[in-house]
């Protein structure tokens, strides 16, 4: 069936470094991907997504592409804040479920010390 | 806008005890879906609504139960509850097509 896999945490950085969290998945088709953020104490919020194969999702500063030749949507910001420390999920919606049996990553927790 | 809302936020049961987690939307969405976030194992689909009077079992069922008699209101119900059932639950809706889900804060149920 259809999977994520995403790269174990946590990730540690300091403030401006760049950021990259890898993400690859296993599905037929060309299903969406979408990265999504949890803050402490919250849900999941979207970040970014993508449709079709090499489209660019973007926001916040972060931008993943998606890659169907690599089967990959890594995530990645190029300065990262204090205020990005989360967790972050990789996800699919396989290309045969218009509604949405959504497909996540273990998440990847980031912590950025000042 | 009030989006997903999801209570209790924290709820601690005996083992055996029964409860219901409640979740409702004001986005008439008509998907739904209940997730459990463990640790090292992202989320994990429990069940799904795709409308009134529809549900479907996700990839964990066993152990829950739901009911969808309205598009706003998607309660998971714990009919006797086992110290594996301890994780945090969302509940998450969703528009049509490549909308995205739309998730609650989340309940953190422990089972002693």
């Known amino acids: 069936g259809d999977s994520v896999t995403q790269m174990e945490g946590p990730v540690t950085l300091s403030e401006e470094a760049f950021l990259t969290i890898n993400c690859t998945y296993t599905a037929t088709g060309y299903p969406s991907l979408f990265w999504y953020v949890q803050y402490p104490g919250e849900g999941l919020q979207l970040l970014l997504k993508?449709?079709?194969?090499?489209d660019k999702g973007s926001n916040k500063g972060f931008e993943a592409t998606y890659r169907k030749e690599t089967t990959s949507f890594h995530l990645e910001k190029g300065s990262v804040q204090v205020s990005d420390s989360a967790v972050y999920f990789c996800a699919l919606r396989p290309f045969t479920d218009s509604w949405g049996k959504f497909q996540f990553g273990a998440g990847t927790q980031v912590v950025v010390t000042p | 806008n009030a989006g997903v809302t999801q209570t209790p936020k924290f709820q601690v049961l005996k083992t055996g005890q029964s409860m219901t987690l409640q979740c409702a939307q004001d986005m008439n969405h008509e998907y739904m879906s209940w997730y459990r976030q463990d640790p090292g194992m992202g989320l994990r689909l429990i069940h799904y609504s795709v409308g009134a009077g529809i549900t479907d079992q996700g990839e964990v069922p066993n152990g829950y139960n739901v009911s969808r008699s309205t598009t706003e209101d998607f309660p998971l119900r714990l009919l006797s509850a086992a110290p594996s059932q301890t994780s945090v639950y969302f509940c998450?809706?969703?528009?049509?097509?490549?909308?995205?889900?739309?998730f609650g804060n989340g309940t953190r149920l422990t089972v002693t």
């Open positions: 993508a449709t079709k194969a090499d």
């Open positions: 998450a809706s969703k528009g049509q097509h490549n909308s995205p889900l739309h």
